[in-house]
């Protein structure tokens, strides 16, 4: 049995970000389990609206934490976003781009992949 983790393009799953360390498991990936409630599964390439928008929800992804081994992020960074607030964003307008080869396939749960297509990093 295979139990390769796939990304959106159905190939095996790149890392997103070692610099800043991303992932629900700080793995570097944007993998997920039953843990996971936010679903941590699309690699974007973050962008001052979005972070801005993301801190006016209430997920303040700006100021470092390292409590949680969190560095704070600034636009240009790869981070692994929740499903739910990229979509989010995405029907607001500032949804940032997308890495579809480090984006889990967990993620075409919530968003389609047309959707992503349209906001990936070129």
């Known amino acids: 049995m295979?139990?390769?983790?796939?990304?959106?393009?159905?190939?095996?799953?790149?890392?997103?970000?070692?610099d800043p360390l991303t992932g629900f498991?700080?793995?570097?990936?944007?993998?997920?389990?039953?843990?996971?409630q936010g679903r941590h599964v699309i690699c974007a390439k973050v962008t001052q609206d979005f972070?801005?928008?993301?801190?006016?929800?209430g997920n303040d992804l700006i100021t470092p934490r390292?409590?949680?081994?969190?560095v704070g992020l600034k636009a240009g960074d790869r981070w692994c976003l929740c499903a739910l607030r990229w979509k989010?964003?995405?029907?607001?307008?500032?949804?940032?781009?997308?890495?579809?080869?480090?984006?889990?396939?967990?993620?075409?749960?919530y968003v389609t992949l047309d959707q992503l297509q349209?906001?990936?990093?070129v």
Do not use: Q
């Open 66 to 70: 390292p409590e949680y081994r969190f």
């Open 88 to 109: 989010e964003a995405f029907d607001a307008g500032c949804a940032p781009h997308v890495v579809l080869e480090s984006t889990h396939i967990k993620a075409l749960d």
């Open 2 to 18: 295979n139990n390769e983790v796939l990304n959106v393009l159905g190939a095996p799953l790149v890392p997103c970000s070692y």
């Open 25 to 36: 498991h700080r793995d570097g990936c944007c993998n997920t389990d039953e843990h996971d």
């Open 51 to 57: 972070l801005e928008f993301s801190f006016k929800k």
């Open 118 to 121: 349209s906001h990936a990093v």
